[in-house]
């Protein structure tokens, strides 16, 4: 049996009585739930980052949910991503073939996520973006963003929301290219570098 020294904060895993829920652990991960790319699409892209809490330190336990439209912008209409096996009841996940353009990850121990999808294509006169809904403890009410992807300036500088937002603002929202189609973009909740949350009415 393993020993837990209790005499020092930092070893002691925190409790429920500890923070404020909902806690996000149980029976809403999915297999594959990361996975929005069909197997072997060529327009598939990595998409990964943390998340992080107003004190700069990583959250192991927050949740994130994914839209993005297809490559040609248009809006998927394709359910599917919470199949179930026949026989036993349980969740299988993706079928691996249709894109829904959702998706749901947990950060790990780290506070790191990665999501693998298609490539957003642009809708209305908007810079083609990944919609996000972050989940965390202390929040009791979830947050809404957007990941913008780097490579097309014009359409970034002629984007209805990034062109209210001053420079330093603005690059909160825009992903970092990482190489290879894989995209960095950290979730900051508070403090310095805070992402930009949106609100809708």
Not at 92 to 104: A, D, I, S
Not at 132 to 160: E, N, S, W
Not at 175 to 198: K, M, N, P, S
Request: aromatic share 10%.
């Amino acid at each position: 049996m393993t020993k837990i020294d209790t005499s020092r904060p930092e070893t002691v895993l925190p409790t429920p009585s500890h923070t404020v829920g909902p806690f996000y652990g149980y029976a809403l991960p999915f297999p594959g739930g990361g996975d929005i790319a069909p197997v072997g699409h060529p327009d598939t892209i990595t998409v990964q980052g943390r998340v992080y809490d107003g004190e700069g330190d990583p959250l192991p336990d927050a949740f994130l949910e994914l839209w993005g439209p297809a490559p040609d912008g248009t809006v998927p209409t394709t359910d599917g991503s919470l199949r179930r096996d026949p026989a036993t009841g349980g969740y299988l996940g993706r079928n691996g073939v249709e894109f829904t353009g959702w998706g749901r990850v947990q950060t790990d121990a780290g506070g790191h996520w990665y999501a693998r999808t298609l490539r957003p294509g642009a809708r209305g006169n908007s810079a083609p973006y990944l919609s996000v809904c972050v989940f965390a403890r202390g929040l009791l009410v979830h947050l809404f963003t957007r990941i913008y992807l780097p490579g097309d300036d014009a359409a970034l500088a002629a984007d209805p929301l990034l062109a209210r937002l001053d420079a330093g603002r603005r690059d909160t929202l825009i992903a970092r290219a990482d190489g290879a189609g894989t995209y960095r973009f950290d979730i900051r909740l508070q403090g310095e570098g805070e992402t930009v949350f949106l609100e809708f009415q």
